[in-house]
């Protein structure tokens, strides 16, 4: 008789199967689109680059890349994908998103819900 437990491990064993296939696929693609600067398959690197982030990100800082390497990459491939479509939007039509502060972690300034941060200038 089969054990639910035997079931589970097969079970557990082919998902394991899948997401080492899936890593080993997409660090090849973006190995290979690093080297030709020809991007091959980007939906499915972004879709594994989602799915896959911590793995590939350890992964990537084990073998010796940088430690942004992944993010850099995700950025890339997004930027790939919707250049076509963000490229038809006229320029007059376009708006430029930054983040309302660019200060540092430690900065002293203080937070008012009418004027926002309040800039004590230390430098």
């Known amino acids: ?9 097969v079970i557990l064993t082919v998902f394991l199967v899948i997401v080492l296939l899936l890593l080993l696929i997409a ?10 600067k ?3 398959f980007p939906g499915f690197i972004l879709f594994v680059l989602d799915f896959l982030y911590y ?4 992964l990537t800082e084990k073998i010796g890349f940088k430690k942004g390497y992944i993010d850099m990459i995700s950025n890339d ?8 479509a963000l490229s038809k939007i ?3 039509e376009r708006i430029l998103l930054l983040p309302q502060c660019l ?4 900065c002293p300034a203080t937070l008012n819900s009418l004027k926002g941060f309040e800039c004590i200038n230390c430098g």
Not at 27 to 36: G, N, R, W
Not at 55 to 58: D, G, T
Not at 103 to 106: A, G, H, Q
């Open 1 to 9: 008789m089969i054990s639910i437990f035997d079931v589970f491990g």
């Open 27 to 36: 660090v090849l693609l973006i190995f290979y689109s690093a080297k030709t």
């Open 38 to 40: 020809k991007v091959v």
């Open 55 to 58: 793995p590939l990100k350890s």
């Open 77 to 84: 491939m997004r930027n790939f994908v919707n250049y076509k």
């Open 90 to 92: 006229p320029f007059n």
């Open 103 to 106: 200060r540092k972690i430690d």
